[in-house]
């Protein structure tokens, strides 16, 4: 259960009460440094991560915090270095090597990746969270075989993971018959039913597979991203206007919306047989995507599907 804002306030007050009692304690700046990055307040995370470290260097989740707040900030080389610095605390923590792991993904340092994410699995064969990393940084490299073997042993490990279905069921869109791919991007659909990027990979692979369209009936959201590109896929709204609404304050998730704007353009102009245009929004999502999300490695592998290089 999601923890409320009140409850994170209560919990700051506390914290702050706490630090006026004994300032030099670095755990009370290490906990209110997480529940500030809880809340999304990044900034003040980091002073008080940044107290705690100076007040005790060898505060291992004070380092494994920041690297949290690193990621958010989208200051991947120091979230390196943070995590780096906690593994070398404490090698035998799962979460540090996963969370490098992850960073090295976004970067698309993916050897790098895989050498953390192997580790994770060897200390931690039970962490279902892992096994689908790995698996996006197996698929990112177009080893499919290696991918859908990490994200069987994640469903296993949690059958009800509803992201490690998706990743299967793209990957498999690109290494055997269609209906296999459905499978999973239908229960995908199943387990996140407000989830409008399943509906829309759901969708996507249901017209490839000549199966009832199911897209008009989702429960979905359209008001807010990425509603639109639901809306294009309805008929409702050109690739022109739904661009247009890809946009965002935050430049990260600007470039998300882009990127997926491009991707699943990229997948309308395949329905309408527009192969250059396919093409075209194809390479825009390789350029300029974000490593660390599904419509990447699926941009590559439909270029090379199309024959074209990525």
């Given at each position: 259960?999601?923890?409320?804002t009140?409850n994170?306030?209560?919990?700051?007050?506390?914290y702050?009460?706490?630090?006026?009692?004994?300032?030099?304690?670095s755990?009370?700046?290490?906990?209110?440094g997480?529940?500030?990055w809880?809340?999304?307040?990044?900034?003040?995370a980091l002073?008080?991560?940044?107290?705690?470290?100076?007040?005790?260097?060898?505060?291992i989740?004070?380092?494994?915090n920041?690297?949290?707040v690193?990621?958010?900030?989208?200051?991947?080389?120091?979230?390196i270095?943070d995590?780096s610095?906690?593994i070398?605390?404490d090698?035998?923590d799962?979460?540090?090597?996963d969370?490098r792991?992850?960073?090295y993904?976004?970067k698309?340092?993916?050897?790098?990746?895989l050498?953390?994410?192997?580790?994770?699995v060897e200390l931690?064969?039970?962490?279902?969270?892992?096994y689908?990393?790995?698996?996006?940084v197996?698929?990112?490299?177009?080893?499919?075989?290696h991918?859908?073997?990490?994200?069987?042993?994640?469903?296993?490990l949690?059958?009800l993971?509803?992201?490690?279905?998706?990743n299967r069921?793209?990957?498999?869109?690109?290494?055997?018959?269609?209906?296999?791919?459905?499978?999973d991007v239908?229960?995908?659909a199943?387990?996140a039913p407000?989830?409008?990027?399943?509906?829309?990979w759901?969708?996507v692979i249901?017209?490839?597979?000549?199966c009832?369209n199911?897209?008009?009936?989702?429960?979905?959201?359209?008001?807010?991203?990425?509603?639109?590109v639901v809306?294009m896929?309805?008929g409702?709204m050109?690739?022109?206007?739904?661009?247009?609404?890809a946009t965002?304050a935050d430049?990260e998730?600007?470039?998300e919306?882009?990127c997926?704007?491009?991707?699943f353009?990229?997948?309308f102009?395949l329905?309408q047989?527009?192969?250059?245009e396919?093409?075209?929004?194809?390479r825009?999502?390789?350029?300029?995507?974000?490593k660390?999300?599904?419509?990447?490695?699926?941009?590559?592998?439909?270029l090379?599907?199309?024959?074209v290089?990525?």
């Open positions: 259960m999601a923890t409320s009140a994170l306030d209560a919990a700051i007050d506390d702050t009460t706490a630090a006026a009692l004994d300032p030099r304690f755990y009370t700046f290490s906990e209110r997480y529940v500030y809880l809340k999304g307040d990044f900034d003040k002073a008080d991560l940044n107290t705690a470290i100076q007040l005790d260097p060898e505060n989740s004070a380092y494994a920041r690297g949290n690193y990621f958010r900030k989208q200051d991947l080389d120091r979230a270095a995590y610095k906690a070398a605390l090698p035998t799962t979460g540090h090597y969370n792991g992850i960073m993904k976004a698309g340092e993916f050897d790098l990746a050498a953390d994410l192997d580790k994770a931690d064969p039970k962490i279902a969270e892992a689908n990393d790995r698996g996006f197996y698929q990112a490299k177009g080893d499919l075989d991918a859908i073997a990490d994200y069987d042993k994640a469903v296993e949690n059958p993971y509803d992201d490690a279905y998706l069921g793209l990957a498999k869109l690109f290494s055997g018959p269609v209906l296999k791919a459905r499978v239908n229960r995908a199943e387990l407000g989830d409008a990027y399943k509906a829309l759901l969708d249901d017209k490839r597979a000549g009832t199911r897209l008009a009936t989702a429960l979905i959201n359209t008001t807010q991203w990425p509603g639109a809306r896929f309805l409702e050109t690739p022109d206007v739904m661009f247009a609404a965002d430049a998730l600007k470039n919306k882009v997926s704007a491009n991707v353009s990229g997948e102009a329905q047989g527009k192969k250059d396919a093409i075209r929004r194809f825009a999502a390789v350029a300029d995507c974000p660390s999300l599904i419509e990447w490695p699926v941009a590559n592998a439909e090379k599907a199309l024959g290089t990525p």
